[in-house]
């Protein structure tokens, strides 16, 4: 049996899919119930590909420490989903943290080159 559930905002959706099970208890009985991501491709008879992670980014300089340049990072592995609250924070200089939506089937970077350019004045 299948049950959809529409999560009606993305922090409701970043907490229910992490999980790997849920426990129904109905008339005494307790049933095991999964979460899986929904798509256009959904089929209940295969294993879902998609999964939540967290990533890491060490020794990241302290200018990119801006959601918007963690996500862009973030973003060569999956879709971005948030950071941590230290990442948030700022309160940990030394690596951010990057919950992301992963493609399990998909290759992924071994390594994310920052690349800085300095602009010319004048």
Known sequence: MHVLIRAS???DYM??????????IHRGGSYPMR???WDLMF???EETATAIA???FPSL??????MKAVFSLAAAVGKPLQVDLATKNKTR????????????LREF??????????????
Do not use: M
């Open 93 to 104: 200089p030394s690596y951010a943290i990057v919950k992301v939506e992963v493609d399990l």
């Open 61 to 66: 300089p302290p200018n990119f420490f801006v």
């Open 54 to 56: 967290w990533i890491s």
């Open 35 to 37: 979460t899986l991501k």
């Open 9 to 11: 905002c993305l922090e």
């Open 109 to 122: 970077p071994k390594r994310i080159n920052v690349g800085l350019r300095k602009q010319s004045c004048c």
């Open 15 to 24: 907490n229910l899919l992490p999980k790997p099970v849920f426990y129904l």
């Open 43 to 45: 089929d209940p008879e």
